[in-house]
């Protein structure tokens, strides 16, 4: 088995050889011919752990960015792992369905939305033309749906399996799409622009996106398949439904039954495990979470359906007095007789759903102190009680300009 481990590390050598030849200034057709002598095809695996390499080695995420599209040209048509992708890419609803779906929109849009009046413009200035090339950048702007979803439901999934530079440099790269897509579409909103810039510009945008869906398709899905188990795929699908869809449709939902999860892993899916609370997204241990609570610039009181004050934050700047001896009191006990009618008017109007929130704001000496009352329910729609948060406010309102630059 040595031998195997010993050539898996040959190979990868090798590979990370070429890649800084490219870095040294050496030609893409120089690369590529020895590439196909020496390996003939490579895995998704081989590529990502290369790039980590080559990143653990010094080489700049920014550097590996840029040579992203050589790497590209250099093992276009000879990745020997693709077919894994097919068996999710079969899967109506999928994750991956729905990703490869999009992909291939984003090319229907550039071969005949974008291209076809790039060709026209190059014979000379078309108003038409130009109209028609706004609109398909438009619509190719939409990609950023596809990239949130992407860098923020995908990549922290991989980073969890210690994947790392794949998803910095994909990240980079797709910075650098959506940048030069709002550059064209800020030409086209031009009464006047110079044409061979736009042409330019707009060639060097489809050139970038098409590698990125070259990647994604041949790379990136590959290496989820063979990265990811069911129950990922599971709350990678529950996760990306806040993010919409690029370019297509609505699609059908994935028809995944509970019961096909292994058990084992759905056992950790919804066991707390060490002690810590599951939550609807994550997991904190009491510690955490009593920490957190308090950190929090605001005051925060919990009545329960009952109408007993169950919990309260104790933050280093507190507004109103809360003795821990009110814990378990009734909240109509906590206030003074001549405006106990208003606490119960709104704890009344919270539960029965008449109003799902009440605000006030009062001024309190130097302090401008907004108080909002919150009916908090479950799932189900049922009362659990009442949430009182108090902040004081003026420094919010004191707030002018902007500030983009961390304090010293």
């Given at each position: 088995m040595s031998e195997f481990i010993n050539n898996d590390s040959i190979r990868r050598e090798k590979l990370k050889a070429l890649i800084k030849e490219l870095h040294a200034g050496a030609t893409v057709e120089d690369v590529q011919e020895r590439f196909k002598a020496e390996f003939g095809s490579v895995s998704t695996t081989e590529i990502s752990q290369m790039e980590q390499e080559l990143v653990a080695e010094g080489l700049p995420i920014a550097e590996v960015q840029k040579l992203c599209d050589v790497h590209a040209s250099v093992f276009d048509g000879s990745i020997d792992d693709i077919h894994p992708s097919k068996d999710n890419a079969q899967v109506k609803g999928h994750p991956v369905y729905v990703f490869l779906l999009e992909n291939e929109k984003l090319e229907e849009v550039m071969k005949e939305e974008i291209k076809p009046y790039i060709e026209t413009l190059k014979n000379g200035l078309d108003n038409t033309a130009v109209l028609m090339l706004r609109i398909g950048f438009e619509r190719l702007s939409q990609i950023d749906i596809h990239y949130s979803r992407k860098?923020?439901?995908?990549?922290?999934?991989?980073?969890?399996?210690?994947?790392?530079?794949?998803?910095?440099?994909?990240?980079?790269?797709?910075?650098?799409?959506?940048?030069?897509?709002?550059?064209?579409?800020?030409?086209?909103?031009q009464g006047k622009f110079d044409l061979n810039e736009l042409i330019e510009k707009a060639e060097s945008t489809v050139t970038k996106t098409s590698d990125m869906v070259f990647k994604e398709n041949n790379i990136l899905v590959p290496l989820m398949n063979t990265t990811f188990s069911l129950v990922e795929w599971y709350n990678i699908d529950k996760a990306q439904r806040e993010f919409g869809l690029c370019l297509i449709e609505s699609q059908d939902d994935w028809d995944i039954k509970i019961g096909d999860l292994d058990q084992e892993e759905k056992?950790?899916?919804?066991?707390?495990?060490?002690?810590?609370?599951?939550?609807?997204?994550?997991?904190?241990?009491?510690?955490?979470?009593?920490?957190?609570?308090?950190?929090?610039?605001?005051?925060?009181?919990?009545?329960?359906?009952?109408?007993?004050?169950?919990?309260?934050?104790?933050?280093?700047?507190?507004?109103?007095?809360?003795?821990?001896?009110?814990?378990?009191?009734?909240?109509?006990?906590?206030?003074?007789?001549?405006?106990?009618?208003?606490?119960?008017?709104?704890?009344?109007?919270?539960?029965?759903?008449?109003?799902d929130n009440e605000d006030f704001w009062i001024k309190m000496g130097p302090m401008f102190v907004y108080i909002r009352y919150f009916a908090v329910r479950n799932k189900e729609g049922e009362f659990l009680g009442t949430l009182e948060v108090t902040q004081n406010i003026k420094p919010i309102l004191e707030l002018e300009g902007e500030k983009r630059l961390m304090s010293k």
């Open positions: 860098e923020n439901v995908l990549f922290p999934m991989l980073e969890k399996h210690d994947i790392t530079a794949p998803p910095k440099v994909m990240w980079g790269i797709d910075d650098e799409i959506r940048k030069e897509i709002k550059e064209v579409l800020s030409i086209l909103s056992q950790e899916e919804t066991v707390n495990q060490d002690g810590e609370i599951k939550f609807d997204a994550g997991s904190l241990v009491p510690e955490e979470v009593n920490a957190i609570l308090n950190t929090i610039p605001l005051d925060m009181t919990f009545v329960d359906k009952n109408d007993k004050v169950k919990y309260f934050t104790q933050g280093k700047e507190r507004i109103f007095d809360r003795p821990l001896t009110i814990i378990g009191r009734e909240v109509s006990m906590c206030h003074p007789p001549q405006s106990v009618h208003i606490v119960e008017q709104i704890v009344d109007d919270l539960r029965s759903g008449r109003k």
